[in-house]
């Protein structure tokens, strides 16, 4: 993968620009694993392109060297789509926050997923929206105190991220913790390897708005998935994806499986009509002779 | 006779659209100049369809002033039409034994019985072939290109067999057979014989023209949700895009698709996306986003009548202050305002290489009329389209991806370029080094910068074309299909020894005020008719140019006529 004599180093990675987050956040934890999995697999500075959309961990392209788009609110994944369907040779990498994929972006998830854009989705969960200063989000817990629901959020149920990337179609699909960054480091190598649309939920404490997922609570919550976990079964992830032991919850890598990436389809069925980057273009002007 | 407008009416599913087809086409192969128009209903089956063909010996230049033709397959058919059935005019109808009870006479009308259904179900126990006995009685009383239509449907029916050729043969045969037994021709219109088709005529749908310019302009990335009326351009360029080993996508919703299209513009792509009035709402956003990140996107905006989901198939053009202003903020981009369907071809070309060049969001401004009609057209040689490409990052140190040059364009690095390339593309207003910037200083500046290059367009861009010359009393400025009506309006005017001119902009926005003005300064009145409640043109014109247009307002659905054009031009002087 490395095209550079020589290798580069995680830091190498990094920008310029200082990391503007609260003393202590846990994005800080995924940004310096990003930079060791980039790192770890060479990927070339000028080759790999970073996108995000709004929000506190939207912010992390800038800290990164290599190219970038900062979008939208919720735009994320299909710019990032847009990027790699118009240039595979791209490596594409998304950065996100709960609110921005699965709120305002939650309508493009399912179709990234099921289509298996050939893209490494890494959302830093933290059950809050933080550049607002304080809202209850999507990965909220239901009746969770924020400034627009001082009284109790109203909804029923929050959104189970890792279910949902299962159930969309998602190829990779892993869940890791800021606290436990050898883990972390490890689950994002692993995504970036993976042919195809690659889901990483990374629960990343904000210290500053959300007082009740704190940094100690996931501390005690998260645990391994035990050993024998069956990544290609896909009944056996929803399930750790559901029903961890009470108080618990899984870290480690859920589900993979290898199947067509949609850049791959698409030259398939570009094969089958016999593309041709020169084709005459009086053939499809001659097309309308009446 | 050099003109003729012939109009089909009845229920949808009836192969209506697909008569009207049959005989735009044959008519173009017999060397006539051709322009339709159709409404369908919004549902698949049932509800009211229509579909009008202007056959010329000359350049046609709209849809037209009423039909000279009606051929009503049903009761509502004739009922919706009637108003339309003046003296001079003909009625071929469905008479006896079909849907229409009764025998019609109308004072100046003259009336043609045809009984279409019962030929169709009880002589050749085919009813879908009624469409065919229409057109054969069609074809052979205003003598339109009989033989090519009978070529036609033994290649359109070749494929399903001998058997399916014969019967529409037949009906075909059985219409003109009636007509020749039961009616006598009593009125004038009697197209004849051209001779041979020029050589080098296309007959093409302006959705399927913006396809067509897409690629001949060097599109090779394309997104789009489907939507009425815009789905042809979608179709097109799935067709094709593929052969050309590019990237089709259908995406999730309006919004995937434009950030489809940035993601692949950002990578380097010629990209575009296509839509009408609901998606270009959805849209605004990511407008604001390729403004301000600078990136070439083209945008095909096919208006229908709004707001809301409105009237999904009609007519309309009332999305000119969407697509001047719309969204937040100020966001500079350019709209472009086709007339015709060849017209459409060549703009969608050009607003890639505005797009490149600019580095901001294209948008053209289709409409209903144009996106559903049919023309036969020059055919456009792929050699004559010339690529523009976007100003590109040479290599090295130092490079500012938001530069500050004198016409407001800065080179652009892409992906696999150096590393000292890179930068973060941000909708967050950013420094020349492209990081987050709000200070007072940098804001101005480089919101100037993004305004700049309107100014360095405006520059630039060739002068409107003027049709008409001297001093006038009346002066019309339009756009869209408007522009064509208008152009026969003038021209109708003019013959009439009426001091009369016109202004026909490609560029619609940014405004070229001093053209205008200066056009404005040889007219006594202008004339502003544009199909929306607002005069949405006449307000912009107000406040670009100062000067004080008269608005003249449709907004029924329908496009308007060149004789009702006429009529209020006579009013205004």
């Known amino acids: 993968m490395a095209a550079t004599t020589e290798a580069l180093k995680a830091k190498d990675y990094r920008s310029g620009i200082r990391a503007v987050w609260c003393p202590g956040c846990g994005d800080y934890g995924v940004l310096n694993s990003v930079q060791n999995a980039f790192a770890a697999h060479q990927l070339p500075l000028n080759s790999t392109v970073c996108v995000s959309g709004i929000g506190c961990s939207s912010r992390l392209p800038y800290f990164l060297k290599t190219y970038g788009f900062h979008t939208a609110h919720g735009r994320s994944l299909p710019v990032a789509a847009g990027v790699k369907l118009a240039r595979p040779d791209l ?62 959020s109203p909804d029923t149920s929050n959104v189970n991220p890792l279910a949902y990337a299962l159930t969309y179609g998602a190829t990779f699909v892993a869940q890791g913790f800021s606290g436990k960054p050898k883990q972390m480091d490890a689950i994002i190598q692993e995504a970036l390897n993976h042919e195809g649309f690659s889901f990483v939920n990374v629960m990343s404490p904000c210290l500053t708005f959300n007082k009740v997922d704190t940094t100690d609570f996931f501390k005690g919550a998260f645990i391994d998935l035990p050993e024998d976990h069956d990544k290609g079964n896909l009944v056996a992830a929803l399930d750790r994806a559901f029903n961890a032991p009470a108080g618990k919850v899984y870290s480690g890598i859920f589900f993979q499986t290898r199947k067509p990436t949609m850049v791959e389809n698409l030259r398939a069925l570009n094969k089958k009509q016999k593309a041709d980057k020169n084709m005459d273009l009086n053939i499809a002007v001659d097309w309308f002779k009446p | 006779m050099s003109d ?93 034994d079909g849907d229409i009870a009764e025998e019609v006479k109308i004072d100046g009308v003259t009336c043609y019985p045809l009984p279409m259904s019962r030929i169709a179900k009880k002589d050749l126990e085919m009813y879908r072939a009624k469409n065919m006995v229409a057109l054969g009685a069609l074809s052979f009383m205003f003598d339109i290109a009989l033989e090519e239509l009978k070529d036609l449907l033994r290649e359109k029916f070749g494929k399903k067999g001998e058997q399916v050729v014969a019967t529409n043969l037949k009906a075909v045969d059985a219409g003109i057979a009636y007509m020749k037994e039961h009616n006598k021709k009593t009125d004038p219109f009697t197209m004849g014989n051209v001779g041979k088709m ?119 053009q009332s999305d000119l202050f969407m697509a001047c202003h719309g969204g937040h903020g100020d966001a500079p981009r350019i709209v472009l305002s086709p007339e015709n369907v060849a017209d459409i071809i060549n703009l969608t070309a050009e607003a890639f290489n505005l797009a490149e060049e600019y580095q901001m969001p294209v948008l053209v401004l289709s409409d209903g009329s144009l996106g559903f009609r049919t023309e036969s057209i020059t055919r456009p040689d792929p050699a004559k389209f010339k690529l523009v490409t976007r100003a590109r990052y040479a290599g090295g140190e130092g490079f500012k991806r938001y530069e500050i040059t004198p016409t407001g364009i800065s080179p652009m690095s892409l992906p696999g370029d150096d590393v000292a390339g890179s930068y973060i593309a941000t909708g967050l207003e950013h420094n020349e080094s492209s990081n987050p910037n709000f200070t007072p200083e940098n804001r101005v500046k480089h919101c100037d910068k993004r305004f700049a290059k309107l100014k360095t367009l405006v520059d630039k861009y060739h002068a409107p074309e003027l049709q008409g010359d001297g001093p006038a009393d009346v002066g019309i400025i339009s756009f869209g299909s408007t522009m064509g009506v208008s152009r026969e309006a003038v021209a109708l005017a003019r013959k009439e020894g ?28 202008i004339l502003v008719p544009e199909c929306n409640a607002q005069g949405q043109l006449a307000e912009l014109l107000r406040g670009q140019t100062g000067i004080n247009p008269v608005s003249y307002r449709l907004y029924d659905g329908l496009p308007f006529s060149p004789q009702q054009l006429l009529t209020k031009i006579k009013e205004v002087m």
């Open chain 2, 4 to 96: 003729l407008i012939i109009r089909i009416g009845g229920e949808g599913g009836e192969g209506i659209i697909s008569a009207g087809d049959m005989i735009t086409q044959a008519a173009t192969r017999s060397g006539l100049n051709v322009l339709t128009f159709k409404t369908f209903p919004a549902e698949i089956r049932g509800g009211y369809a229509m579909y009008q063909v202007r056959f010329s010996k000359d350049h046609i230049m709209s849809e037209g002033s009423g039909s000279n033709i009606f051929c009503a397959f049903n009761q509502e058919a004739l009922d919706k039409n009637k108003a339309d059935l003046k003296p001079g005019t003909v009625l071929i109808y469905d008479y006896p």
């Open chain 1, 91 to 152: 490596e594409v990498v998304v950065f996100g926050g709960d609110g921005d994929l699965f709120s305002i972006g939650g309508g493009h998830f399912p179709h990234i997923a099921r289509k298996n854009v050939d893209l490494t989705l890494i959302m830093m969960d933290n059950h809050i929206y933080g550049l607002t200063k304080g809202q209850s989000s999507p990965t909220s817990n239901p009746g969770s105190i924020g400034t627009i629901t001082p009284y109790g």
């Open chain 2, 498 to 525: 009426l001091k009369v001119k016109a202004l026909h902009p490609r560029l619609i926005w940014p405004m070229q005020v001093e053209h205008i003005k200066a056009f404005a300064a040889t007219c006594k009145k």
């Open chain 2, 198 to 316: 020029a050589k080098d005529v296309i007959i093409i749908s302006g959705n399927e023209a913006a396809g067509l310019g897409a690629v001949l302009g060097g599109c090779r990335f394309f997104s789009a949700y489907p939507i009425t009326p815009a789905t042809e351009i979608a179709n097109y360029m799935a067709q094709w895009l593929p052969k050309l080993d590019g990237t089709l996508v259908q995406a999730e919703d309006e919004i995937a698709s434009l950030a489809n299209v940035l993601g692949a513009s950002y990578a380097g792509a010629r990209a575009m996306t296509s839509t009408s009035g609901p998606g270009l709402s959805l849209m605004q956003e990511l407008i604001g986003l390729a403004s301000m990140a600078e990136l070439p996107v083209v945008i095909v905006d096919v208006q229908r009548g709004g707001p809301s989901t409105g009237m999904p198939t009609k007519h309309e």
